[in-house]
């Protein structure tokens, strides 16, 4: 195969291999193993590695064919990803108003997306995505920005704010040089499902190459409790041809398949979902079995669709919320079948006798 003409799309017109690949891992629970096939180590021009064969198959690890991604050499696990909101430091102002705070530091470092399939990524606190800043509605936020990258970033907010509190070019700090820092400082406002991302120039390979992450601002009266969780859904041109090789929640392809999500039967789940991806158009989420309420943007209390599945373009987001009555694993993806057979598919383990977070569903 010639490696350096190995796009996405010949990858996929390789329709024999990839949908042997597809029955298997339906039927056999092969995780990875299309990605395995069509995005070998060498897919990205030579920086990629193979993990030495009999590598430890340790709890925490998602195998694939071929060898397991080691999420603690990344320096971080999807699954801890998923339940991990930053709320960080607080404290009363004069008025009595809550100031919330947070550094953000940015960094050059290598993530294995995949076995073997090393990325020279971009990242906020060490992470892709960043970490999910969680604010609540009429706090002062304040987010202290420190560029430890060798390239010039931002961090651009969306929600409401004076033209100073943005990241971007010509704007506030505009755009901060490496060693630098920036403060971004405004009210959380409106609540719901937002994000962050870089907003340097060329702006897709910033964002393309790890610079985002989720900013929730719950509603001053709070929502329902539920077993929360947050689904980033991004992708990585691994042989930059802007195109992406590798689709995931939460950046690491399948790990969700290797390893499912457990969740509580008739417990209310909420998914945050975001849409990072660049490079195409849309993604989507698709569960399997269950239809969930959809909640665009999160902005407001009532539902706009009952469905089993959504689509977002770049930059939109919304929150899904939905329980299962039964117990059994149910497959979630993107509906894009490729998207899916590069990475972005998972289960949902219900179970019971799980410790309960969350109380009995009301969906
Ligand atoms: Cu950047």
Redesign the pocket.
Known sequence: MNVARLTRRSVLAGVPILGAGALAVRASATPGAQLAAAAPPTVHGGVGHTRAAGHSAASGHARFRGGEVDHAANGFDPHAVLRDFDRGATRRLPSGRVLREWTLVSGDQDVELAPGVRFPA?SYNGRIPGPTLRAREGERVRVTFVNGSD????IHFHGLHAAVADGTHGAGAGVVAPGRRAVYEFDAEPFGLHLYH?H?RPLAE?IAKG?YGAFVIDPREGRPDADELVMVMNGFDTNFDRANEVYAVNSIGFAYLERPIEVARDELVRIYLVNALEYDLLNSFHVHGHFFHYFPTGTAREPAEYTDTVMQCQGQRGIAELCFPRTGRFMFHAHQSEFAELGWQGLFEVRDGLAGVAGLCRV
């Open positions: 971009w390239h010039p970033h931002t870089c340097a910033h610079l």
